[in-house]
């Protein structure tokens, strides 16, 4: 059997229609974090992979590597696959100093200058900044009103000294706000929108569209902010999450990893939004997740709305099988 009817059967047995081709070819972004190191991630289930995290100095003009013994095993995945690019992801949620570094010239300019020495000095392919979020405190970090305009002169600077043949990237917030992506994007080479964790049960934090269990926002308003924002859709890479969100107790912790209920909970499926869910005796929504066929979903509309790519945090929450970064690269690059 030819593989292209193959796997139009395989988007059938889901209930989707084959999408339509892009215009080019899509990229995977994973990111892997300095501290799950009981698991490397596999180079051949994705084209970009992002190191989580470096961090901002606490004397504002410089970077920090987590972990950097693990650092330099992530980047021998290189000889499994040359065209791998990997990238230093400064920041993550409640990390901070980036408020006061962007506002001050002189620190901004030094902390540009570090990301140089850092790529050169590990051979990164890049840097992705992680601010959550310019002029907010959510997470518990200094901010202004004056970072979003900081913000765009540290892309300006950033750029300027890691050069035009070095990735710039940025993870953003679903509702794509705080950021001037309109002054950013002459600097930027992609977008890598968090489109997860607007929600906490009953809600669902990732649905695809809107039905009665989505958060705040769903993954298609949120791509749908960031064109309305300005930023070109073969800019845009969508992020999806490998985890499950919702309490933490020793069956829902692992259930993702196990697949096992516990004989508590009902497997649940919003045809709506097009995902998951683990659901009590109520019916009531205790565990939002993401499946091979709500992965399938979104890499259809990732195809149909001919953004560059998927992004996934994070490589070792996958389960041993490997089953969604294996989903997300079957269904996006096949």
Not at 14 to 25: D, E, I, R, V, W
Not at 73 to 97: D, F, H
Not at 179 to 200: G, H, S, W
Not at 279 to 293: H, I, M, T
């Amino acid at each position: 059997m030819k593989k292209s009817i193959l796997w139009a059967l395989i988007w059938l047995s889901f209930g989707l229609s084959a999408p339509a081709k892009t215009q080019q070819q899509p990229i995977i972004v994973a990111y892997v974090a300095s501290w799950g190191t009981q698991r490397m991630p596999d180079p051949s289930l994705m084209t970009h992979l992002n190191y989580a995290f470096g961090n901002v100095t606490k004397t504002f003009d410089g970077v920090s590597i987590q972990n950097t013994d693990f650092l330099l095993k992530v980047m021998k995945l290189k000889e499994r696959n040359p065209k791998l690019k990997i990238i230093l992801s400064i920041g993550g949620w409640t990390a901070g100093n980036f408020s006061e570094m962007a506002a001050d010239e002189r620190c901004r300019l030094s902390f540009a200058r570090d990301c140089k020495r850092v790529v050169d000095e590990y051979g990164f392919d890049g840097i992705d900044i992680d601010w959550e979020y310019p002029t907010s405190d959510e997470a518990g970090i200094s901010c202004s009103p004056d970072d979003t305009d900081n913000f765009t002169l540290l892309m300006r600077d950033i750029r300027a000294a890691i050069g035009k043949q070095k990735l710039l990237t940025i993870a953003t917030i679903a509702d794509a706000k705080y950021i001037d992506f309109r002054a950013c994007m002459k600097y930027l080479d992609f977008v890598n929108i968090m489109a997860y964790d607007v929600a906490n049960p009953p809600k669902h934090h990732t649905t695809l569209y809107r039905s009665a269990l989505s958060g705040r926002i769903t993954v298609e308003e949120a791509v749908q902010a960031h064109l309305k924002a300005g930023v070109p859709r073969q800019k845009l890479t969508l992020g999806m999450p490998l985890y499950g969100r919702g309490a933490s107790n020793k069956v829902l912790g692992n259930f993702v990893k196990t697949g096992e209920t516990g004989g508590q909970y009902k497997r649940m499926w919003d045809d709506v939004g097009k995902v998951p869910y683990l659901a009590d005796d109520e019916g009531k929504l205790v565990l939002a997740y993401d499946s091979p066929v709500s992965l399938a979903w979104k890499c259809r509309y990732i195809k149909e709305q001919g953004l560059l790519g998927a992004m996934y945090w994070e490589c070792t929450e996958d389960n041993d099988q490997l089953e969604g970064m294996r989903s997300i690269w079957l269904y996006l690059m096949k």
